[in-house]
């Protein structure tokens, strides 16, 4: 149980065009996702919270305006990475969990490159 | 604020040796505590788990004690495999944090050798 999926695995795409991630809790309603990053041997780095049917807190630094994340349904987040730049390239990894319980399931992560 | 301090890599032993891999933190109240595993190209994976002082998690043959006195929760495995080659996170929960944010380690190379 507590799978999550996300889709696409890899995606490369030109600069300036617009990718859409999808995080999908497959067997349990996700109420709270969130949206990582991770760089090269580097640790995650937390950008957003999101919470099914409200807006997505951002952490600092994280451009709300080219981050766009939707939590449309308990199932399934979105992150679209709108106008995407050389320096979006990364490595996106999303996890789920339920309220009042402390764990998150992550999924296996989309990378992203831009040319 | 709350912090994750892990033991930098990578560390590279042999098949069968002894693994430590240490971790400590610093956290307000009584956080859960966790290690999480990413195998190359994917996503992170819950290894173990301990949510109050001197609960010790175990899996897969890995094992944390969470010590408070120390503030730690350092991942020991008495005899590692090549198929445990991986990065190890440490991470913290805090008490009754209904956002469950996890504040992460910057994370441990373990490459094992045959």
């Known amino acids: 149980g507590a799978v999550v999926s996300q889709h696409p695995s890899w995606v490369i795409c030109k600069s300036g065009t617009s990718v859409k991630i999808e995080c999908r809790s497959l067997?349990?309603?996700?109420?709270?996702m969130f949206w990582y990053r991770q760089f090269p041997k580097q640790s995650l780095m937390l950008m957003a919270t999101?919470?099914?049917?409200?807006?997505?807190?951002?952490e600092q630094g994280v451009e709300k305006d080219k981050f766009l994340i939707n939590h449309a349904s308990l199932t399934l987040s979105t992150l679209t990475v709108t106008s995407a730049h050389p320096e979006d390239s990364s490595f996106y990894i999303c996890?789920?969990?339920?309220?009042?319980?402390?764990?998150?399931?992550f999924g296996p992560g989309t990378r992203l490159l831009v040319l | 604020g709350n912090s994750v301090t892990q033991m930098e890599g990578p560390v590279t032993l042999s098949e069968e040796a002894f693994l430590t891999i240490n971790c400590t933190y610093t956290?307000?109240?009584?956080?859960?505590l966790f290690w999480y595993v990413q195998y190359p190209g994917e996503g992170l994976q819950l290894l173990l788990k301990?949510?109050?002082?001197?609960d010790k998690g175990s899996n897969k043959g890995f094992e944390a004690t969470y010590r408070k006195e120390t503030t730690s929760f350092h991942l020991e495995k008495g005899s590692v495999q090549v198929s445990d080659s991986a990065v190890y996170f440490c991470?913290?929960?805090?008490?009754?944090?209904?956002?469950?944010?996890?504040?992460f380690g910057g994370g441990t190379r373990l490459m094992v050798k045959p």
């Open positions: 956290a307000t109240g009584y956080p859960s």
């Open positions: 991470a913290l929960s805090p008490y009754n944090n209904a956002g469950n944010m996890l504040t």
């Open positions: 067997d349990f309603q996700a109420t709270t």
């Open positions: 999101s919470n099914e049917g409200s807006k997505a807190t951002y």
């Open positions: 301990a949510t109050k002082a001197d």
């Open positions: 996890s789920a969990s339920v309220t009042g319980k402390e764990t998150q399931y």
